[in-house]
């Protein structure tokens, strides 16, 4: 199972993202250990970041996304390709994904 969370920094101690589509970075965990952490393009900029990040998501054969929130447009986008989405915040990267396994 691939999950992606939404993070202010590029590593797991780092506090889960407020929002989906503007998040700084992205952690993706398979297996619940750290495979990859990748800067959000689309953290800046015009609108249509939640619906860009889904397909980037998407791309990615994500399983599940957790974030603080999630915009209308970006659930919408990311239910359309099979991706689910968790609410967490007020914690680690580390401890969202623990509290998601368990």
Sequence with gaps: ???????????????????????????????GKLVEAVKN??????????FAVAEMLGDKKVDFVVAGRFGEKMHSALEGKGVKCRELSGMTAKEALNQFLN
């Design 1 to 31: 199972m691939k999950i992606a969370i939404a993070a202010l920094k590029n590593n797991p101690d780092s506090q889960v993202s407020e929002v989906a589509g503007r998040a700084p970075f992205y952690l993706f965990f398979d297996g």
């Design 41 to 50: 393009p689309f953290c800046v900029g015009a609108g249509g970041a939640g």
